[in-house]
């Protein structure tokens, strides 16, 4: 069973896109756009869309590494 973390931006900027950003625990991720039910490519983010993408990758990635410490340390 996977499972996700399920997280929901809206671009600051026109045209203020309403996103959902979804992130796998085996590292998968999918971004959809809500209003058109189309995905969206990492590459195609704007500015503050991109910025909050690679901040909760980054949180993530830390959470996850934390949570392999403790499993094997």
């Avoid at 971004?31 to 058109?36: R, Y």
């Amino acid at each position: 069973m996977k499972r996700c973390m399920n997280y929901r931006y809206v671009e600051k900027n026109s045209p203020f896109r309403d996103l959902t950003f979804k992130f796998y625990t085996d590292g998968k991720l999918t971004i959809l756009d809500n209003e058109s039910g189309a995905s969206v490519a990492p590459k195609e983010l704007r500015r503050d869309s991109f910025d909050f993408y690679v901040r909760k990758r980054i949180e993530y990635i830390k959470n996850d590494l934390a949570a392999k410490q403790l499993k094997y340390a």
